[in-house]
């Protein structure tokens, strides 16, 4: 019998109204009848912090952890040296960046993932987080709210999506399904940034160009997106040198995760008005804490702001995909067959995958 240690978020009455909300403390991924009648323990808890947390004290003799990106318990090096039980660690939806990958190696430690779970989910939110940016939506909401009415103030600082450039940093999973998305916005072009060219027939079905360094590609966007994982090469990567390649006002957008962009210099860049505007769902510490600048910045006209709490990747649709992919993940291992290669991240002491990096 193994113990299961699972840390999710609390989603309180709306949980308790909503049953497909499966990735909270009360819903459970939906697992805790069938791993209780195999004879198994499952501790779910959204204690994460500190070492007198849930998930310090009982990942210390856990087999199993599964997590989520939503609210990930952070297994760094320190604290799998103290886990002399674990085997596998699972994340229910995609991106694994808050293990420690080389320290799991090292152990041997499984990690794998719910490959493409959330894909659609958050491709579509790139897009709606580009129109809201570009179309000035957030103020212009707001304004309403507060019972104005005055359409210079918005329209001074409204576009059009056509015939702009824009451009993914990344064109993986979800990289290459927003490019899909946005052809038909009839952008002037749509390029990409990757390590990895797509293949012809992909490059030309979206009408993408691929550019090969970064800043090259920074210098001709009217708006960016971030799609890719974080690992060592990818964190900090939009900071203050790379931001002065960006075009002044310029949109970005991140749904990928937080800490790709530096945070002062993103605060930075918006306040001065070199970008015009910062959009997604993901933060370089999650939970947020209330003082983070991403929650307040704005650009000097008092829009640009887009940013909202990591469910990006987390609707009704994706928790069922997710939660029914950790499902199958753990029922695998428990009867010893084989995953699904495109899950997993790390296996046998090695990665198993490109996406968290070039590895030799």
């Known amino acids: 019998m193994v113990k299961v240690l699972a840390i999710l978020y609390d989603g309180g009455k ?53 997590t989520t990106p939503f609210h990930p318990g952070y297994l760094t090096a320190d604290i799998i040296d103290k886990a002399k039980n674990l085997k596998l660690c699972i994340t229910a939806g995609v991106g694994s960046d808050h293990i420690d990958l080389n320290a799991a190696n090292k152990k041997k430690i499984t990690v794998a993932e ?26 212009a909401h707001e304004q309403i709210e507060r019972g104005d009415w005055k359409v210079s103030d918005v329209a001074r600082n409204a576009f059009d999506l056509e015939d702009k450039v824009i451009g993914t940093i990344g064109a993986g999973r979800i990289g290459y399904r927003v490019l899909q998305r946005l052809k038909p916005f009839d952008a002037k072009e749509l390029l990409y940034f990757d390590y990895t060219p797509l293949p012809s027939e992909a490059e030309k079905a ?57 945070r002062i210099a993103i605060k930075e860049a918006l306040e001065s008005g ?37 469910y990006s990747g987390t609707t009704l649709d994706a928790q069922y995909r997710y939660a029914t992919g950790a499902k199958k993940i753990l029922e695998n291992w428990l009867a010893g067959k084989p995953q699904d290669p495109q899950n997993l991240i790390v296996i046998d002491g090695d990665y198993a995958t490109k996406a968290y990096g070039q590895r030799k």
């Open 14 to 66: 709306a949980a308790e109204e909503e049953p497909r909300l499966l990735g909270t403390t009360e819903n459970k991924l939906g697992i805790e009848k069938w791993l209780k009648d195999a004879g198994h323990t499952l501790i779910v808890s959204s204690d994460k912090e500190g070492p007198n947390s849930v998930f310090q004290k009982e990942i210390v003799d856990a087999d199993v952890l599964i």
């Open 206 to 262: 979206v009408g993408a160009r691929r550019v090969e360094k970064l800043e090259d590609m920074l210098a001709q966007c009217d708006v960016i997106t971030v799609n890719c994982p974080l690992h060592e090469g990818t964190r900090g990567l939009i900071n203050k040198e790379t931001l002065k390649h960006v075009k002044k006002g310029a949109w970005i957008v991140n749904t990928a995760r937080g800490a790709i962009c530096d």
């Open 114 to 139: 719910v490959s493409g779970s959330n894909v659609v989910s958050v491709a579509e939110h790139v897009v709606m987080s580009i129109l809201l940016l570009v179309r000035n939506f957030v103020p």
């Open 274 to 310: 070199h970008i015009n505007g910062y959009s997604g769902d993901v933060w370089d510490v999650q939970p947020a804490p209330k003082d983070h600048p991403w929650r307040t910045i704005k650009n000097p006209l008092g829009g640009g702001n887009g940013m909202v709490a990591h």
